[in-house]
């Protein structure tokens, strides 16, 4: 071979290589809507002549960067960098786990350096979940609205104090504060305490204890309308430890329960403990109360974000048996609308006959949800009837227009059955 046959090639295949890196280091051929398949470089250096190892850590450093690409589609750049530690942790704690495949397309050594070109393929959904488990990525969906009903009592305070306790004027309670603020920066909605007067005016409500029981607690989220009540108890304490004559050590601790309203079950529970160091015993009581919150609320927020997350990725399979179907133009329509409604997943056909399709549906939503949707979409040169909900099936004719009165039950007639869950 001629050294200009050889330059050719080579010249080709650095072209190649500048395409596949041109666009995000990545381009898509895609099995499937979960798997990204990423374009990445990677360099390790070349310790000892150990040309191997060099190699493994080029390949290693690659797929991580790869993982990193499809984390940054995911979640906006200045919340990633807000929550940098935890991001990192997820890259290299996670890595195997997100990797579904991979191939090397080219290697080289240049120096004291090996590097690689490889195609890996990452799995978006296990990433989206972690970032939702740990709280960087909110769900699209609405978070549950909160209460907080947490009893403090600092190293000087006789009793504990609370909110609910309407014989006494309500005092600032940090530990409340501090799950406040947590839980709002993680997208929940933190309900304010009901009014002196809606308490009065309560009945068969016990609210003389800093340990109110179910029944109060129930009852008093409901009178918010909040999902989740949290119920706890927050306490500092001088420990033995000093330094000098005027430094003294305290402890903080915070034991707290989450309790779904609705199924009236407990859903989350934490048990922190800070110590801090203070010359005022004041000041240092509310600051380990504080610092044993901050570590509460980190942990019942993850809690109650995953047990969420696992709900909303919880999917239903809806059977729609499709009547009408002979005219295909309005059969694609229909089906193109179906597809880009909110928490419609994957679509597959199971059964066709000359007029009639049977189709698939991955749903994260109630039926109802879904029927009700469809009446709201419009078309040209047809209309939807309704003709059946059941729990796991819905009916629907496709009318053309002028011809709506013989396809069954009338669409604008349609109520969905609040019996159907």
Known sequence: MSFFSKKKIFLTFFM??????SSKTS????PSPDLKTIVVTGTGLIVQNNVAKARENAISESLITAIGIVMSDLAPSDTLVSNFQSANEILFTHTDSFINDYRVLAETKYENRYRV???AKISANKIKQQLLEIGILSSETKKPKVLFLISQQNTGDIQPHYWWDIQSPELENKAETILSEIFTRKGFVVKSHPSSTTLFEAKDLV???????HNTIIRLAKLVQADIAIVGRSFAEQTSNTMGK???????TLMARAINISKESEIGKTFQTANTINTDENSGGLD???QSASLAGEDLAVQLISSYSKKENEQSIIKIVVEGTRTLSNF?????????LKNVGEIRS????????TLIVEYRDKINTLAESLMLQSFDSFGINISNVSPDQLNIVLAPVGKKEAAGTPAGNFKADKTVE
């Open 16 to 21: 190649l290589a500048l395409v596949l890196l």
């Open 207 to 213: 609210l003389n204890t800093p340990e109110p029981d």
């Open 288 to 290: 380990a109360i504080s």
């Open 27 to 30: 381009f898509s051929i895609e």
């Open 246 to 252: 005027d430094s003294h050590s305290f402890k903080g």
């Open 332 to 340: 694609v329509k229909f089906r193109k609308a179906l597809s880009s």
């Open 117 to 119: 070109l490889v195609q």
């Open 350 to 357: 199971s059964e066709m006959k000359s007029n009639e399709t």
